[in-house]
């Protein structure tokens, strides 16, 4: 039957953590994992719980059933995950193949638990890496003052592939509020610096112009301000004068890959939940 | 009246934290930060609470008595540290300044909350840093064969001052399995490598001739094993071949006198809990 | 015509840069990049050039010669190399694919100058991932006693393909004497933990039992004896006491990837100069 | 005799190091050690020779006079440090301590190789640790409307006791283009941020508002734009959703140390040049 993991948050107050272990002691769940939160500044609390459902005599409907009135009573915002359902990931994609070859390297590996059921690209240039995998790949080309057009043929694809997840996977677009209020809180996108710092194009000269002494990738959430959703994670490299800013985009590669890899892994385990502008991100 | 911290451990099965958690609740303790983890090879449950004591009407000593029931009936064992006590710190260095500068600087700075009612060296060289932040001094020199000698004297000095915690900021010399025992847990060292590697002397010049490309250094409690007590914190840095074996030792100081002092605030901030050999330490 | 880069090493003594680099001058060769090191514990120098041979009349033959002259004058041992002069890499592996998958990507990306000519495993789990990349791929299985037969089949492959290196992406084999000295210094190796700690088998477990707080991996030439070949790079992640064994093991995939393809790239663009047990590993 | 350390600037064409290595060799010097670098955007070429002055029979202003034909017919600019002269810097400061005490527990402990002859503040607070450390301390309040007073007062102390290099560790005023002017590229700064994320005041509440998952400081040249002037060295750490702003203040000063720490050892060791607004850090 396997796991069900909660993703709860409300307003901070006495007892909720006795209240809510309540619950799943009182079903006699075996409680994997369950990590909180109290952000005593916002005065909100944020709860993970993970639950074996193994020998468990309820369904999932009537898990779901009996949580909701809790959450009611005790006015929970949550969400529930089941693991038997796998996530349905679309990659988004223009010509740069390195965040695409560690995503999907990693679904192989089984180190990212989803089902990638399609690559949808701007450009045709790696139709072939989709090949290789096995994936079907759409090439949507975007003409200059048709980009409406354009996303509405990716919404498309999107919706009739029941996606959960969109990854901008460096897909060099940018989305439209109206793309993005399709998906909300429920697309990562990649950006190729140490955000705040350098937001928009051309990150990486600008850092070699600047003569920062590391760079970095952030993985966040898309809203419709750009490069200013909440970011899910972040790291950096030591770099030096002689690195060029070729050997600032070839070190920068490296850092994506893994930045984004690790922010949809993130995701995938239900380990964040969005706080307004930043985000609750569990630990393993 | 501050805060009180429990730290928890027992044979993981189901309910506890909702039993421990109801305990707080039932009480109306305002619970500032409860972390638990289930260390499922060993079937041993952990677990930290941090509740805020202002406007509860409870005295230490009935808090105490309370939850000693509850632990005898749920066969927790527990400690329970008050902010009001202030630990006693002892600091045992030799000839090397640069971990007793920055523990100093760092409890002069508040940043490390603990009293230093002493410092003992088996050599006079630093006696004058212990004069600048008005801390009294004790040498006791070492003489070859007289080891129990030196020890007693030692003992005595961290019993006279109600020693609770020692920290060996590069103290020169081995402690005996009796020393130890007067003190279990209770002995913090800083080993100047990343153990288990380059355990015993010189580490820098075997990490150089072993041509490693990162060094480390490593704080941990102190047990008859030589360098082979439960780890608090690690780091590392990366070096390169240019960096000599006295470069080692000048990058590693920077990172003994880091890690030791990180270690020293964890143990002071009640969030390590020895289990075996490892040890959990919850995040600030 | 592209570039040369010279690796020389010799016993350290005043002048030797001079003398070199006028050389190179007196040909009005355009220097692009040189560094040199002088380890003053050993008395040696090591120095590499790299230069523009666009524009320049001589023949690849002629340089070497001419270089061989001041070579045998100043007792320099070297080595040269020609941009043109792809390296041929043999890959062997076993059943775990994330090295492999992350250095073929790279190759495809253009971020590792080489050929891959064939991959060698003692199993026949990765053969898809050798077809998806279109690289023919030979299953040499290991029986029980007849280890010299195997090697003998593998020796056999390596020098059919003219292999310039063989690099073992999580290859569980133990390799003899006689297979490395067909390839000395020519041999790199993943080691998934941090040299010299943990050598030998199942390091994440020990380190997992021994609660450290990092964890590595480690890229070296392999040598006769077991982990202790010369260290070209190293990298480490943070852990906590809640990651399980199995935790280490997938932190350790991702550590392990981006150690090996640093330490291939670094080997492939002549950054490497192997001294004793020791490496010099050039910046870019 | 001690060493002599050349820091080298020109135009970057063929045969520069050739010409300049043949300098040291025709004069019979043991080059300690000799590092180039070459920027092919900017067509600079960069140079850091030291050499040893034991045994040499040339007065340093011999050699300076040597070295200043060469470099008038190279067209080189350069400095000459040699390691008899101690820098004087001089520390200003406000109210907080964590930099002044790392700096001058390593001048103590023989890793920062300088004379302090005096510590400035706008503040009275921090006398009691300029004298545990026997340095003569001067408090220049800064009344409002008066900032141009203020800074006479400064600049006087600075020119009285010959100052050559100015730290700003953590001094709380903005200062003017007069001021930086009497010390062109003799200012060094630590901004509390990873610049250039975070200009301007409050850099940590506003890095806990934006919901970054690391935060940084670094050490830079004051130039009169602020937070602008080239940076020297930069160093991050990984955060949490669970550090408040305070934790992050916390955090943040250990790296704002270190950072500092590292910027003033590599000024004082000669190892860096400013270009633009970029800087080359020689390695060790």
New interface residues.
């Given amino acids: 039957m396997g796991k069900a993991c909660f993703l709860i948050q409300t307003e901070d107050r006495?007892?909720i953590?006795?209240?809510i272990?309540?619950f799943?002691?009182?079903h006699?769940?075996?409680?994997?994992?369950?990590?909180?939160?109290?952000?005593?500044?916002e005065n909100r609390y944020y709860m993970r719980v993970e639950v074996d459902l193994d020998n468990v005599a309820l369904t999932h409907r009537a898990l779901t059933g009996e949580f909701d009135e809790i959450a009611k009573r005790m006015n929970l915002k949550y969400s529930v995950h089941f693991s038997e359902d796998r996530a349905r990931v679309a990659l988004l994609v223009s010509r740069a193949?390195?965040c695409l070859?560690?995503l999907l390297?990693h679904v192989?590996?089984g180190?990212l638990d989803c089902e990638i059921p399609l690559i949808i690209s701007n450009h045709p240039d790696l139709e072939h890496v989709a090949d290789?995998?096995n994936i079907p790949f759409f090439c949507c080309p975007a003409e200059p003052g048709k980009n409406a057009a354009q996303e509405k043929v990716v919404l498309e694809l999107l919706e009739r592939h029941k996606i959960d997840l969109v990854v901008l996977a460096r897909y060099m677009r940018i989305l439209s509020e109206n793309f993005i209020d399709h998906y909300p809180n429920r697309i990562i996108n990649i950006h190729h610096a140490?955000?705040?710092?350098?937001q928009g194009g051309n990150p990486y000269l600008r850092a070699?112009?600047?003569?920062?002494?590391?760079i970095?990738a952030t993985a966040h959430y898309a809203t419709p301000e750009l490069d200013e959703g909440?970011?899910?994670?972040?790291?950096?490299e030591?770099i030096?004068?002689?690195?060029?800013?070729d050997?600032l985009k070839?070190i920068g590669?490296?850092i994506e890959r893994?930045v984004l890899?690790r922010a949809v892994r993130a995701h995938l385990e239900h380990r964040v939940i969005i706080?307004g502008?930043?985000?609750?991100?569990f630990?393993?």
């Fill in positions: 006495k007892g953590l006795a209240e272990s309540g799943f002691a009182g006699s769940f075996n409680v994997l994992q369950s990590k909180q939160y109290s952000d005593m500044r193949s390195h070859y560690d390297a192989r590996e180190d290789m995998f140490f955000l705040p710092a350098f070699w112009q600047r003569g920062v002494k590391m970095g909440p970011i899910i994670e972040q790291d950096v030591r030096t004068h002689e690195d060029s800013p050997d070839q590669k490296d893994r890899t706080a502008r930043r985000t609750i991100v630990a393993r």
